[in-house]
């Protein structure tokens, strides 16, 4: 993969990891008793941007590369969703879901080498 | 925890499906409409708006997105995301059968290991549901 397709894709994770954060944030905010319609819809708003920008880099990508070959790429993304859930989600993460992340990594990285 | 089609975790299932549909109909609307090598639009992705096939994966992955946000309103993220990543398994496959892109040993073998991982996050996905 060439340097300006490798900086597209970690554009394309980046957004895909910040707006997926963004709207799990938002989906809990609207369950609580006390809501406040414009921080579930800011969220909301923030999350939409996030995925746009990475659908559209996803296109640009996949009209150089193989399906099968791209996709895998995005594996990365597991990882740093999970993390970034700890983070800012204050999500618990055992170890089994750990290992079973990593090992999912591990298969994707599998498949995109071949 | 709601059941049939209401259940968070068919609704994960779902949204899979249509995430896998999703990218083999992109892919073929983008190879249809892909750009010159060097022109200015190249890596912008916009002339892949052109054709039907990325509408119709539009379409999909704006019925997946409905989907991940019901998901999403009741999995924690940590639990769901790495789950939804069984689309790494099905997208390869669904290459294979309906794009004709060939897949190698090595690549089966990835597709064996994420799915093993799969089963690992998944498995105490019994105890959560019980919480819910």
Redesign the interface.
Known sequence: MKGIAALVLIIEVTGFVVGQVLLKHAMTTAKQEVVSKVKVMSLFAGGIVGMTVSFFLTLALLQHFELSYFFPFQSSSIIVVIIAAAVFLRERLSTQLILGALLITAGIILVSAS | MKRGFLNPWVQLGLEALLVTAA??F??VG??H???AVGAPT???????LMSGW?WLGILC?ILS?IS??YV??HI????A??IS?V??AL??VG??LF?A?A?????W????????????????VSSLEEKL
């Not at chain 2, 924690?76 to 639990?79: A, F, T």
């Not at chain 2, 897949?103 to 690549?107: G, K, Y």
């Not at chain 2, 073998?109 to 105490?124: F, H, T």
């Open positions: 990218e083999i992109i892919k983008a190879t409409t892909a750009t190249e890596w912008l992705g916009v002339s892949g990325v992955t997105f991940w946000l999403l309103k924690p993220l940590s639990i995301f790495p990543n689309v790494h997208v390869p290459s294979w794009l892109e897949i190698s040993l090595r690549r073998c990835g597709i064996a290991v994420v799915l093993a991982g799969l089963v690992i996050v998944a498995k105490p």
